[in-house]
C-alpha cells in the first residue's frame, strides 16, 4: 500500500541544537500531518499543513518548531533549539483530502535529545 | 476539547478465543468520526476500521466494530484472536465540524498480545 517514508528513524542531538525530521509523504497527497508520542503517552497532533501553509496547529507546536515543504521535497519538521521535552517519537502523515480521507502514517523518528 | 478513553493499557488472550478492546470517547461535535489504527512491531501504524455512522457494525480483516452515539462508545471486536493480532491497537476521533481538518485524537492505546 501507499508509504509515508520518515528519515533517519533514530536521531540523538544535544540539548539546543537544531534538529530536522525529514519526511516523505505519500506521492499523490496533498495533506501533510506530524504527531508526536512520548513514551508510554498516546500520539497527539502537533501540526497540519496544505498547499504550502499550516493550517492548523496544536498547543504542543511550539514557536521554536516550524514546518515547510520546498517544492518536490520532504516534508521537515525543524526544532530550533531543541529541549529535553522534545525527546519523542514523530510521526508524519498525509492524506489525499480532508474530511474523513484516510491518513498514512510513517514508521515515526525517534528523537532523543540529551 | 476532543478526548478518547482506552481503558486497558494491556490485554492478554489465548488465541482462538474472542476479544473486546474498549474505546469510549468525548466530543462536543455531533459528526465525528471514529477509527481503530493497528500498530505492528517496526511498522507504520495503518487503518483498520472507521465509522461515522451511528449503530452500523463496520467489519475488516475479520475485526468489527459498532459506532454508539449514545453510549459514545466503538468498541474493537474479534471472535477468534490469531498470533498474528498481536499488536498495539489505537483509537481514534476525528471531529469534522469542529477542525475540519483532519485532526485525530488518539487514545493511549491497547497491547494486545496472544498467548498459543
Known amino acids: 500500500g501507499p508509504k509515508v517514508l520518515q528519515i533517519p528513524s533514530h536521531q540523538i542531538i544535544d540539548m539546543g541544537q537544531m534538529v530536522t525530521l525529514n519526511c516523505d509523504p505519500v506521492?499523490?497527497?496533498?495533506?501533510f500531518y506530524w504527531y508526536k508520542q512520548i513514551l508510554g503517552q498516546q500520539m497527539e497532533f502537533l501540526v497540519n499543513?496544505?498547499?504550502?501553509?499550516?493550517?492548523?496547529k496544536s498547543k504542543l507546536f511550539k514557536d521554536q518548531f516550524s514546518v515547510e515543504r520546498p517544492d518536490g521535497s520532504y516534508f521537515t519538521l525543524k526544532i530550533q533549539p531543541t529541549a529535553l521535552e522534545d525527546s519523542a517519537v514523530y510521526f508524519c502523515a498525509s492524506s489525499s483530502g480532508q474530511s474523513n480521507t484516510e491518513v498514512f502514517f510513517g514508521k515515526g523518528t525517534r528523537l532523543t535529545v540529551v | 476539547g476532543d478526548s478518547v478513553t482506552q481503558k486497558e493499557g494491556l490485554v492478554t488472550l489465548t488465541e482462538g478465543l474472542p476479544v473486546m478492546l474498549n474505546c469510549t470517547y468525548q466530543t462536543i461535535y455531533s459528526n465525528a468520526f471514529l477509527f481503530w489504527y493497528v500498530h505492528y512491531l517496526n511498522e507504520s501504524p495503518r487503518l483498520l476500521l472507521k465509522s461515522s455512522t451511528d449503530n452500523k457494525r463496520t467489519e475488516h480483516q475479520g475485526f468489527h466494530a459498532t459506532l454508539h452515539k449514545s453510549s459514545s462508545s466503538f468498541h474493537l471486536q474479534k471472535s477468534s484472536a490469531q498470533l498474528s493480532d498481536s499488536a498495539l491497537y489505537y483509537c481514534a476521533l476525528s471531529d469534522q465540524e469542529g477542525t475540519g481538518s483532519n485532526r485525530l485524537t488518539f487514545g493511549k492505546g491497547t497491547k494486545f498480545s496472544l498467548i498459543p
Open positions: 499543513f496544505y498547499n504550502g501553509k499550516v493550517m492548523e
Open positions: 506521492s499523490n497527497h496533498l495533506y
